[in-house]
């Protein structure tokens, strides 16, 4: 399976191209609706990915649930990932960081997500999807950098029976769009970069961390609209 690669091309290699997520989030909508990108839901990834996601589902009228996904980080690192992992335990991982660290670290590493994904998924337990059978489906994130959290969301919602898949997300590296591209019937990146070093932040002018507490509430907001 090999999706489309769907681009704004003026956009690509360029920094600060979005205000912040709802700018992203908006434009990102505009796209997917002048492209004819229709779907039954849209599924984002906690935090960012539901501010995001916040602004598509309100500007095309379509409910929103959440994927829990949560990295996979190096021993030595709270921060930078080699894979992931999603709220139904499926595990993508970059095979090469693996040679680069025991079999012992390699499980410390994959317990210690494990435990956050299953702690994020009570937090977020209303908003999940228990069945996407025969659905078509828009995964939505606020950027790719590796692609191992797309990749492990794109997992679970295979299994979970979506019959059309596409990832949809405001800025990704070159690579990440190549890992995901096989993985879905479309991929949209507004902003694609070329680049390295690669960070999802560089494409917005106002970037912070949104705090679990923030994504529940737009989750909250949404369901008041009938829209999660």
């Known amino acids: 399976m090999m999706g489309v690669l769907l681009e704004m091309k003026d956009l690509r290699d ?18 997917l609706e002048t492209r004819g990108l229709r779907s039954d839901l ?15 589902s309100l500007e095309l009228g379509v409910r929103l649930a959440v994927a829990v996904v949560r990295k996979v980080t190096f021993p030595w690192t709270t921060e ?20 680069i660290m025991s079999e012992a670290e390699y499980r410390k590493c994959l317990e210690k997500a494990k435990r ?23 995964i939505v994130d606020d950027g790719l950098a590796t692609g191992y959290t797309m990749l492990a969301a794109i997992k679970a919602v295979k299994k979970l029976g979506a019959r059309r898949l596409v990832a949809a997300v405001p800025t990704s590296s070159l690579s990440a769009a190549r890992l995901t591209l096989g993985h879905v ?25 949104l705090s679990e507490s923030e994504a529940v509430s737009m989750l909250r907001a949404l369901r008041e609209q009938g829209l999660a």
Not at 80 to 99: H, N, P, Q, T
């Open 14 to 31: 360029k920094y600060a191209v979005f205000v912040d997520r709802e700018d992203a989030g908006r434009r990102l909508a505009s796209f």
């Open 42 to 56: 849209i599924l984002a990834i906690p935090n960012g990915g539901v501010a995001v996601g916040y602004y598509v």
């Open 80 to 99: 930078a990932g080699f894979g992931a992992i999603s709220w139904l335990g499926d595990v993508e991982v970059d095979k090469a960081a693996l040679r």
């Open 116 to 138: 956050s994904v299953e702690e994020r998924a009570r937090l977020f337990a209303e908003y999940l999807p228990d069945s996407l059978e025969g659905l078509e489906v828009i």
């Open 185 to 209: 019937d479309a991929l949209v990146v507004l902003n694609l970069r070329t680049q390295y070093p690669y960070a999802v932040a560089d494409a917005y002018k106002r970037w912070r961390d």
